[in-house]
């Protein structure tokens, strides 16, 4: 009896057994769920180039600095008017190749006005160009010459003529408040002329650009001094007069 018993406890164990396992596989199934931040969305950064073509001209000069006057020809497109960029050139070869600026200026915040660039050399030709603070360049726009004012000036005076040639004397001026330690007289002649020598001075230049630079004992001259050089010149017809221009 007692196997008997012992047999129907067992039984009743695996029924019991069986019916946990039954339970357990209907159990509701667990859904794992994995969140994703969402990426913000950037905001954009407008660039605003200034209303390009730029056009300018210059309005002043001094013997170091150059006053330019520029209008955006449009409206630029962003509702404020950026900054221009104003380069400065020693010629219109390196302005159109934007070549080795040699003095730059920034404008303020205005459509149009002024702006002036400093630091330059007296008597001295410049090409100027516009951009912007971004390094955006105009296309169109090459200025020049604009020349700052001569320390110096020269006046020349033909002394006397005859059928093939002619005697002139130049007289060069400090017109400036600070000494001058340095001259070079600049013309260009209108024909077949041909220096065939020069005293008070030291002749330069080649064809038809002439230019005399000062001699060692005559360059440096006070503020209101002058000096001469004298001019024996061959030609096959004397022009009307010289006009000749004063640097450094």
């Known amino acids: 009896m007692l196997r008997t018993l012992g047999a129907a406890l067992a039984a009743a164990l695996a029924l019991t057994g069986l019916a946990v396992s039954a339970g357990a596989d209907r159990s509701p199934a667990t859904t794992t769920m994995t969140l994703t931040a969402a990426t913000p969305t950037p905001t954009p ?9 730029v056009s300018g001209q210059v309005t002043g000069a001094t013997t170091t600095s150059i006053t330019i006057t520029y209008w955006m020809v449009l409206s630029p497109p962003c509702g404020y008017d950026p900054p221009l960029v104003v380069s400065l ?3 219109r070869e390196d302005a159109t ?34 951009g912007d603070t971004k390094g955006v360049r105009d296309p169109y726009v090459i200025g020049g010459p604009a020349r700052t004012l001569s320390l110096c000036s020269a ?7 005859w059928g093939g040639g ?42 038809q650009d002439a230019e005399v630079r000062n001699a060692s004992w005559n360059g440096t001259l006070a503020p209101g001094a002058s000096t001469t050089f004298g001019l024996l010149v061959a030609t096959s017809a004397t022009p009307a007069a010289i006009t000749p221009v004063c640097g450094r």
């Open 45 to 53: 950064t407008f660039a605003c180039p200034p209303a390009l073509p």
């Open 155 to 161: 006046t020349a005076t033909i002394d006397s003529r």
């Open 166 to 207: 002619f005697v002139a004397t130049v007289t060069v001026r400090n017109d400036g408040t600070e000494p001058v330690p340095g001259w070079l007289v600049s013309w260009r002649w209108s024909g077949d002329e041909r220096i065939q020598s020069v005293w008070g001075g030291v002749a330069e230049g080649a064809g």
């Open 97 to 130: 190749g934007w070549r080795g600026p040699v003095a730059e200026a920034v404008t303020g915040p205005e459509r149009s006005g002024t702006v002036t660039v400093g630091g330059l050399t007296p008597g001295t030709a410049y090409w100027f160009r516009f």
């Open 89 to 91: 050139f020693a010629s």
